[in-house]
């Protein structure tokens, strides 16, 4: 193969559970041994979440809003809020196995 020729190599992975999956793929020619190393994680299946904030005009309200890890890596995340009167850490992190409340807050400015 020339230096700009591309061999594709499909591979399928069908996890029966969440974790972290690993796996070493060894290609082997008369002249050539490639070593790859390929690590899959698999969360699990999360329905999407929707929250309503029903709060007296200028009250603020607060709600903790639970972030499980378990994966087999801490998680850092970096928090994008859009929308006025919402606010919240613009970084959680969340070590391996444990489970972090993030604080999102509501302060309405108006009726």
């Known amino acids: 193969l020339g230096g700009n020729d591309i061999v594709e190599f499909p591979i399928k992975f069908t996890p029966k559970y969440a974790g ?6 060894i ?3 008369f002249c050539d041994i490639r070593v790859y190393e390929i690590e899959c994680v698999v969360n699990a299946d999360q329905a999407d979440a929707q929250l309503e904030f029903l709060t007296p005009a200028y009250q603020t309200v607060t709600q903790e809003i639970p972030i499980s890890n378990i994966s087999s890596e ?6 994008v809020l859009e929308g006025q009167c919402f606010h919240g850490p613009p970084v959680i992190n969340v070590p391996v196995g444990e489970t972090v409340q ?10």
């Open 20 to 25: 972290s999956y690993h796996c070493q793929i």
């Open 27 to 29: 290609l082997k020619s």
């Open 74 to 79: 801490d998680w850092k995340f970096e928090a």
């Open 102 to 111: 993030y604080p999102l807050t509501f302060k309405p400015v108006a009726e």
